[in-house]
């Protein structure tokens, strides 16, 4: 009888052992296939233009291994800031009352208090040559970017996508080169929620 008991003893404590051993393999399982596939959704980030016909294309931060992204909460105002190899750079932001989704967006010089567009810097340190999607002359520049995809469905990696073809303007009377049509503009890149970016 005593025999019996504790056969059931060891069979029920094998089985309890067992079953907790698959739930935290499982768990593991899962946090590692999300892992993987925030890893595969980095190798698919980009941000690239065409300036004059030359391709102008931005990387990730070797340090972070991702792009400088910002969402202001109370703007509703998405930014991107990227960086070549060579140190020339580029701001994109856009912004929306209704919040970011697929559709169009303007360059606003001002709009209640918020500025959006698209401003390079061709080179390491402030210069003269610098570009603006907007300025004092033009205020506003319809369209300037067109969000294709807005995919929050991973609440941890929001996938946002887009493209860009503005006119940019020189910001100083010093630059010989008034204005430049950008083409082929295109972005891809993971947005991380987290207790310094909000969730929108």
């Not at 698959?22 to 946090?31: K, R």
């Not at 049509?181 to 987290?194: A, H, L, T, W």
Request: with cysteine.
């Amino acid at each position: 009888m005593i025999s019996n008991l504790k056969s059931i003893w060891f069979l029920k404590t094998g089985l309890i052992v067992f079953l907790v051993a698959s739930l935290l393999s499982c768990n593991s399982d899962s946090s590692n296939k999300k892992k993987e596939e925030v890893n595969s959704q980095n190798s698919d980030e980009y941000f690239s233009v065409k300036i004059n016909g030359k391709l102008w294309q931005a990387f990730p931060s070797k340090e972070f291994k991702e792009y400088n992204l910002s969402y202001k909460e109370l703007d509703k105002q998405f930014s991107i800031f990227a960086e070549a190899e060579d140190g020339s750079r580029m701001d994109l932001s856009f912004h929306s009352k209704q919040g970011i989704k697929v559709g169009n967006y303007s360059s606003t010089k001002n709009d209640n208090g918020t500025q959006s567009g698209i401003f390079y810097y061709p080179e390491a340190k402030t210069s003269d040559k610098e570009l603006a999607s907007t300025t004092f002359d033009v205020p506003v520049q319809e369209n300037t970017v067109h969000i294709t995809r807005v995919d929050k469905s991973n609440k941890d990696a929001y996938v946002i996508e887009g493209t860009f073809n503005p006119t940019m303007y020189a910001l100083y009377e010093t630059n010989p080169e008034r204005s430049t049509k950008f083409s082929d503009g295109k972005f891809r890149v993971i947005y991380r929620p987290s207790s310094m970016d909000p969730a929108f």
